[in-house]
């Protein structure tokens, strides 16, 4: 019956757990739906994108048109139309107009200033994305070492009480019921660890889901290894193409050589527009016997400190271009090596996970059975039979993160290439 129960697998009961149960188990697609939906920093960037494109239409806007109204050359000393012919009311009506290219120039840019602020807000999908995948996996791994820790508590009792039977017909030690003990607390130590990690793990959530942070989420349920059905060149060359990060960059440099072309231009003048109508009253001695007044003309800005002005902005949209390549090329090197880093972090988690699975949980099982069969003949001692009990729980326990980081990893992973890696048509 006891070894029975020694050599469990790792299907532990959920029910463990506090506050967990089967009903409760959690669908990772489902909370990833809901925190894209509810984050609010997600939202944040949504509305500062809407914003932005907001804003091109009124880049490439002509200025609004003027209307002015005079009343024109009145005598202080009647305040009257009729009294002189130069008199008279006046409306005119005038429009700015810029040098070709500049309103164009204008929208390009707030129309590339947009593209990198969707960009922006893609890349924080998949942050999003990714801070929800972290938070599941951990509480995977917890839930699950809870339930491992329990279950070795349970089983260590058992160790004492067999310990405190030897030692009272005289064939075992006070040692090794005072060992037990020590390691009971210890175990009891670990559990207020892992539950209190737990409770943040929880909270973390909740805050990327737009909860309540005392809000209990669930239990994440079964966690198995997802193969990558990549190469590191592959995802490497993936993230390249489809990072928004990247792409945002790019909209950036783009944004930056629209400013120098614009600013190239704004040494041009522009011009204004203007017609005006004059309406008099018919006065007697008049050359034009009181015939209404129309005038145009043409009006134009002097670009006389361009050396200043104009010229500044050209050397100052140069310096912003060399910026930006700077800073796409500083990210895309920060790409390669997060992806490198990742992918071998998830190989050595894969293979680990593989070798105690195949090799190393096996044979402490085998370890503790023989140590277990030993001690009940008085072949073994206690400290010997408590020691392979202690690493297999530590093996058990080590397996399942080594399960859990891989899919932590992968999670990274995808969030740095912009794009899930679990397809199963190359489509890349």
Do not use: C
């Amino acid at each position: 019956m006891y070894l029975t129960r020694l050599l469990r697998t790792f299907a532990v009961a959920v029910a463990l757990v506090p506050g967990v149960g089967s009903a409760d188990v959690l669908d990772l697609n489902a909370l990833i739906e809901e925190a894209l939906e509810k984050n609010p920093s997600l939202a944040t960037l949504k509305h500062r994108w809407n914003a932005f494109e907001a804003r091109v239409p009124q880049a490439g806007a002509l200025m609004d048109p003027m209307v002015r109204f005079d009343a024109m050359n009145l005598p202080t000393s009647s305040f009257s139309f009729g009294r002189t012919p130069m008199s008279g009311k006046s409306i005119m009506i005038s429009q700015k107009l810029p040098f070709p290219g500049k309103l164009s120039g204008m929208e390009k840019m707030a129309r590339h200033a947009a593209g990198a602020a969707g960009e922006q807000y893609e890349d924080r999908e998949s942050g999003i994305v990714n801070l929800v995948k972290q938070a599941y996996y951990t509480l995977a791994f917890l839930d699950r070492a809870i339930a491992i820790t329990r279950e070795n508590e349970s089983l260590l009792r058992d160790l004492i009480r067999i310990a405190q039977s030897k030692y009272a017909v005289g064939r075992g030690l006070q040692q090794d019921v005072l060992k037990a003990q020590v390691s009971l607390s210890s175990l009891k130590d670990r559990l207020i660890h892992l539950s209190t990690e737990r409770a943040v793990t929880e909270a973390k959530l909740n805050l990327v889901l737009n909860r309540s942070p005392q809000g209990q989420v669930g239990n994440p349920g079964e966690i198995t290894l997802t193969p990558i059905q990549f190469s590191l060149e592959e995802i490497q060359q993936a993230a390249l193409d489809t990072r928004p990060a990247l792409k945002g960059m790019e909209h950036a440099i783009l944004k930056w050589k629209a400013a120098e072309d614009l600013a190239r231009r704004m040494i041009w003048p522009d011009f204004t527009l203007s017609l005006a109508y004059r309406q008099r009253d018919r006065i007697a001695g008049d050359p034009v016997k009181g015939a209404d007044f129309l005038s145009f003309g043409v009006g134009m800005n002097l670009p006389l400190f361009k050396g200043r002005k104009q010229r500044q902005q050209v050397v100052e949209a140069q310096a912003n271009i060399r910026m930006a390549q700077s800073q796409e090329e500083s990210v895309r090197q920060q790409i390669l090596f997060q992806t490198r880093v990742a992918f071998l972090e998830i190989e050595r988690h894969s293979e680990e996970a593989t070798l105690f699975r195949t090799a190393i949980l096996p044979q402490a099982e085998q370890s503790l059975e023989s140590a277990m069969s030993g001690y009940q003949v008085d072949k073994v001692d206690f400290l010997t039979l408590l020691n392979n009990q202690v690493t297999l729980f530590n093996f058990e326990i080590d397996y399942y993160r080594h399960v859990t980081g891989h899919e932590k990893k992968l999670a990274e992973l995808e969030a740095v290439v912009g794009r899930p890696l679990d397809r199963t048509e190359r489509s890349w």
